[in-house]
């Protein structure tokens, strides 16, 4: 056990990193997660194991590591794990990288085994996309396989494990003489020509593509030397005759990866990228939903037998040389070195293995170093290898046994990951364009949805679509989404439906044509839509026409169409006004009738006949004056005639009986002035006032105007 093994909980790292857990254990380091205490986020950091820093290859490892470092640092990519930091504690060189939470590809293949051209495609883009971002800084992974390809649990790609990667004006497949990289990967000119390039990861890339669609690579060997020959001496076989019905464009394209003659590859992941962007905008729905069942027809090999066959080579140390009989053809005219297993990667057990080719002999004439008691991660510049022992029939029995119990674990990892982890759900994905605060909740809402419903078909996610006015998102964007935020789980298990709402833009309204007639013309408007209405009693008006309550002036105009939150200013009638009656009496009936006017009353004149009052002035109105009136109401005023007159009638010569008659008739008083001792009344001799005169019926006090007749 070596000493970054047995690196216990809570152990300060350089005085920075505090362990969490031990997360994988290989065989040139061990992984843990770790928490960054000045920055305060979770890492991943990766020490060497001591057994190889204080070894005689010491400085090759460590420039594994510092390559690794140097490699991830030069390429900005969300797809590629990121290097954060480098150092050394306690005489171990170390890694800090990026904390991925999820699986890698490899869990995925187990537990799905084959995968729909939509997921396939998917992930191919994304693993080109990281990629061509590496080789625009001029630099080749050289060893893209399954275990290196991260699924996060937002189900996006991340490439790790860079250690091999190098510059391409460099990129050799191996400065020490070894073999690496992954037997069922490996791009033929990397074998054959000892040359790492572009098209090389492009190649790994589609035998990748090749091994999700159908369930298994396209060589099927226990023999990983066997396997390493086929890639050199045979075109890989089209997709289509493992998997009838899929759609021959897409055929084409993992064909034009996998090709044997690098010159028919895509120069590099760039290339590749958007000729796979342009093929998807191309293909139907149906296209993309195709998925290969290999139920249908038995496999070559059982996954149990390929674990058994591995864990029975792992245990024996069993030299693997190349048989020409088991490849059913003659062995090539230069056949490689004797060649030995490597040690899996993070505990890989499928059925393909990685190879290494040990050091030549050195100029010196001595032998090969033995192996180290522990290897190196699969494809590891390692400066040795392990030397092949004595096959053991104890050996194979244990290594049979432990790979039985592995299996059993992984069904139970494999279980949980099914029914209860990462593979029980897709994540809903990231918008484009939208921006997102680190380590907090990232709502989904405000993004193209047309883009965004290309982004839930690509990750398989169900969806049922609303639609719903907004005031604040835009018309054909996404208002929100239940789950709501980025990465939230969507249950495969319960086949869950994503409810999406997106925008029809801000409300319209339009204001009522007949507002002005309404009663209540604010209900009315509210019953329309409108929300903001600018009203106030302060601001209100008096009118004499407009009813009290209702409109007399809205802006915008009547039957206009607005926004529902734009604002419509309202005048209402405060009704007419109140209005205090004047003094009138006495006044002439000019100034009556300009009074009143003014005030906005109704006036009607009428005359009587007055004693006191002079004429064409106001005896009386019909409302006192002080009360309280309203603009419109009738007011009568009643103006002087002056006294009432009657015309004297000539009473002269008639009996003083029948003259007293006469004009006690006319209303008038009569009074007789006859000489004193004549008792008999003869005639009328003469009257007071003369005939014909106009005489007041009354005096000022009221009383009958008094007439004087004389009689003689």
């Known amino acids: 056990m070596s000493e970054a093994q047995d690196m216990p909980k809570d152990r300060l790292v350089d005085g920075r990193y505090r362990i969490v857990r031990k997360i994988a254990d290989g065989g040139m380091a061990t992984v843990y997660q770790a928490v960054d205490v000045r920055l305060g986020r979770d890492v991943a950091i990766k020490i060497m194991h ?152 492009c190649y790994s890339v589609g035998i990748m593509a090749w091994e999700m669609l159908a369930g298994r690579v396209p060589f099927q060997t226990d023999n990983p030397v066997t396997m390493v020959f086929k890639h050199v001496n045979e075109n890989v076989p089209s997709i289509a005759t493992v998997c009838a019905g899929i759609d021959p464009r897409v055929a084409r394209f993992i064909s034009s990866l996998t090709n044997r003659d690098v010159a028919d590859r895509p120069a590099d992941a760039s290339v590749a990228l958007d000729r796979l962007q342009k093929l998807m905008r191309t293909l139907p729905p149906e296209a993309l939903r195709y998925r290969y069942d290999p139920s249908a027809q038995p496999q070559p090999t059982t996954a149990m037998s390929a674990v058994a066959a591995n864990a029975a080579n792992a245990a024996n140390s069993t030299d693997i040389a190349h048989d020409p009989n088991a490849a059913g053809r003659p062995a090539p005219a230069q056949p490689m070195e004797r060649m030995q297993s490597g040690t899996a990667p993070r505990g890989n057990d499928d059925p393909t293995s990685t190879i290494a080719r040990p050091p030549q002999t050195p100029s010196d004439g001595r032998p090969p170093m033995s192996g180290s008691s522990a290897a190196p991660f699969a494809g590891d510049d390692s400066p040795t290898a392990m030397q092949p022992q004595r096959k053991s029939h104890v050996g194979l029995i244990v290594g049979i046994v432990a790979a039985i119990v592995a299996v059993l674990a992984a069904g139970g990892t494999w279980a949980w990951w099914y029914y209860a982890g990462p593979g029980s759900y897709n994540t809903m994905p990231k918008p484009e364009g939208l921006e997102c605060e680190q380590n907090a909740p990232c709502r989904i809402t405000g993004v193209d949805w047309k883009s965004y419903e290309s982004a839930l078909n690509v990750s398989d996610i169900h969806y049922e679509v609303s639609r719903a006015h907004s005031d604040d998102v835009p018309e054909g964007d996404v208002i929100s989404t239940d789950p709501a935020y980025v990465d939230a789980h969507v249950s495969k298990r319960h086949e869950q439906t994503v ?103 109704e006036v009607t004149f009428e005359e009587e006949f007055s004693d006191s009052i002079p004429v064409g002035q106001v005896l009386y109105t019909s409302q006192d004056a002080g009360s309280t009136l309203h603009w419109g109401d009738a007011v009568t005023v009643t103006v002087s005639k002056g006294p009432e007159t009657v015309k004297m009638p000539d009473v002269v010569g008639k009996s003083p009986e029948d003259a007293r008659k006469e004009l006690e008739a006319l209303g008038l008083k009569v009074k007789i002035d006859k000489p004193l001792g004549v008792d008999v009344l003869h005639r009328v001799q003469g009257q007071d006032p003369k005939a014909g005169s106009d005489v007041p019926k009354r005096t000022k006090d009221g009383d009958p105007t008094t007439v004087t007749i004389r009689i003689v």
């Not at 420039?63 to 590629?80: D, G, L, T």
């Not at 306690?90 to 990026?98: A, I, N, R, S, T």
């Not at 990129?171 to 040359?195: H, K, Q, R, V």
């Open 50 to 201: 001591q057994q190889l820093a204080q070894g005689p290859y010491r400085e090759q490892f460590i420039a594994r590591f510092h390559r690794e470092a140097n490699a991830a640092a030069s390429i900005a990519s969300p797809y590629i794990v990121q290097v954060y930091d480098s150092g050394e504690h306690d005489g171990l060189d170390y890694l800090v990288m990026e904390y991925v939470k999820g699986v890698n590809l490899r869990a995925e293949m187990q537990h799905k085994r084959t995968f729909s051209v939509r997921e396939t495609l998917r992930v191919v883009s994304e693993t080109l996309s990281g990629l061509a971002a590496a080789h625009a800084a001029r630099v080749v992974h050289r060893d893209i396989k399954p275990e290196n390809i991260l699924i996060n649990n937002r189900g996006r790609v991340q490439i790790t494990d860079f250690g091999l990667a190098k510059a391409i004006s460099q990129a050799t497949l191996s400065s020490t003489g070894m073999l690496l990289g992954t037997a069922a990967y490996l791009a033929p000119e990397m074998i054959s020509d000892n040359e790492a390039l572009p098209q090389g990861d």
């Open 499 to 601: 409810k999406v709402v997106v925008s029809l833009g801000i409300q319209q309204v339009t204001i009522p044509k007949d507002i002005k007639s309404s009663d209540d013309p604010l209900a009315a408007l509210k019953r329309a839509g409108i929300e903001h209405i600018e009203h106030s009693d302060d601001t209100d008006e008096w009118s004499l026409d407009v009813p009290q309550g209702m409109v007399i002036s809205i802006t915008p105009e009547p039957d206009t169409t607005i926004a529902h939150n734009e604002t419509v200013d309202v005048v209402l009638s405060r009704g007419p006004m109140p209005v205090q009656m004047p003094d009138l009496i006495g006044q002439t009936k000019d100034y009556a009738q300009k009074t009143l006017e003014e005030d906005k009353l």
